[in-house]
Nanobody, 126 residues
Framework: QVQLVQSGGGAAEAGGSLRLDCVASSARALNSYTISWFRQSSGEERAFVAGLAWGDGVTYYGASVKGRFVLTRDIAKNTVSLQMDNLKPEDTAVYYC??????????????????WGQGTQVTVSS
C-alpha cells in the first residue's frame, strides 16, 4: 500500500514556471516502485508526463515536456518533485502522481499504476 499526497501547481502565464510535489508513504521501501506524473485534460485520457524509477533514480519524460520539465527526488523525504518551466497553454490539465511496482519498461502506461494522488489543477494562460 502506498499513499501519495500532492501539493503545488496552480496558475501561471505562458513561459512561466510551477512546481508539483508528491510525497509517498509506504510501509515497505519504495525501491521497487516507479513514481510518475500523468496529466488529464477534460475529455482526454490520462497521459504520461514524467517518471522516476525509485531504485536507481532513472528518469523518463514524455516528448511534449522533454527539455522543459525536470523530475527530481528527495530520498529522505520520499518526495518526487516536478519542476515545470517554459509552460505552455497546452500544459493545462489536472496532474496526478502515481506509483507502480509493475510498470517496469512500460512506465508510460497508466494501467500499471495502482496508487494515485488526489490530483492537482495546473492552468496556463496565454
Amino acid at each position: 500500500q502506498v499513499q501519495l499526497v500532492q501539493s503545488g501547481g496552480g496558475a501561471a502565464e505562458a513561459g512561466g514556471s510551477l512546481r508539483l510535489d508528491c510525497v509517498a508513504s509506504s510501509a515497505r521501501a519504495l525501491n521497487s516502485y516507479t513514481i510518475s506524473w500523468f496529466r488529464q485534460s477534460s475529455g482526454e485520457e490520462r497521459a504520461f508526463v514524467a517518471g522516476l524509477a525509485w531504485g536507481d533514480g532513472v528518469t523518463y519524460y514524455g516528448a511534449s515536456v522533454k527539455g522543459r520539465f525536470v523530475l527530481t527526488r528527495d530520498i529522505a523525504k520520499n518526495t518526487v518533485s516536478l519542476q515545470m518551466d517554459n509552460l505552455k497553454p497546452e500544459d493545462t490539465a489536472v496532474y496526478y502522481c502515481g506509483a507502480s511496482a509493475r510498470a517496469y519498461s512500460d512506465y508510460a502506461g497508466s494501467y500499471w499504476y495502482d496508487y494515485w494522488g488526489q490530483g492537482t489543477q495546473v492552468t496556463v494562460s496565454s
